[in-house]
């Protein structure tokens, strides 16, 4: 094997382990803020002090770790944002004096189609038999003409109804696996980042709460 295809062999693997290292990130990101808890518990001389107020740092990233969440949540689903619905509740306080309340309706009416078609008959020309049997056979021209025309009438609208029903059929089963695919989303998504503000709200409850006793044992 030449020294080329060695490299290339390499250059791949590492490839393939940052994305693998890279898949579990969220783990890094919490195995880096406890040990920078821990280096800066170490670097403040590992006192109660230090070791209660490294404790309320990680729970305050813990909580917020769910607010994220949270907001995830409720922008998946096209809520707005806890923000603006305390603005939009702040807009609705009650004016001194009383509030003017309008309000307005509308009226819609609906569009009727009317469809009128024209039938062509023969009349005879005289009333001997030769005009007559003429006539007959003009008017039955002109009804198989009708009837054909409504056969193609029907099978046009058959085509035509049975494409819509198709088109609803895909679009229901494309808004079915959307909101398949949010409520995955929601119920998933956010379970590794609620375990990683677990993770650090539970370390930093251990180290706000028992502080002097941890603060003795690292002495």
């Known amino acids: ?7 290339k062999r390499l250059q791949l693997w590492l490839r393939a382990m940052i994305r693998w290292l ?6 890094w990101l919490a195995l880096a803020a406890l040990l920078i808890a821990g280096l800066c518990v170490a670097l403040a001389g590992a006192h109660e002090p ?4 490294v404790g309320l740092a990680l729970q305050v990233l813990g909580i917020g770790t769910v ?18 619905v ?7 306080f009650p004016r001194y004096g009383g509030q003017v309340i309008s309000a307005s309706g509308d009226v ?38 009708r009837i054909s025309g409504v056969a193609t009438e029907l099978d046009q609208q058959a085509r035509d109804h049975g494409d819509a029903i198709e088109r609803e059929r895909h679009a229901r089963a494309a808004e079915q696996q959307r909101l398949w695919d949010r409520l995955e989303a929601t119920e998933t998504g956010g379970l ?13 409850v251990i180290m706000s709460t028992a502080a002097p006793e941890i603060a003795r044992w690292l002495h």
């Open 192 to 204: 590794s980042l609620s375990a990683v503000g677990v993770l650090w709200l539970g370390v930093g």
């Open 86 to 92: 305390i603005r939009l509740w702040l807009k609705r």
């Open 50 to 53: 230090s070791v209660r107020i």
């Open 67 to 84: 607010a994220l969440g949270i907001r995830k949540t409720r922008k998946l689903f096209g809520r707005p944002s806890l923000l603006s």
């Open 108 to 145: 819609t009416g609906g569009a009727t189609s009317v469809r009128a078609r024209a039938y062509q008959t023969a009349n005879p020309v005289d009333g001997s038999v030769e005009a007559r049997l003429d006539a007959l056979e003009t008017s039955v021209r002109h009804i198989h003409e």
């Open 1 to 7: 094997m030449t020294l080329s295809a060695v490299i």
């Open 22 to 27: 890279g898949a579990a990130w969220l783990a």
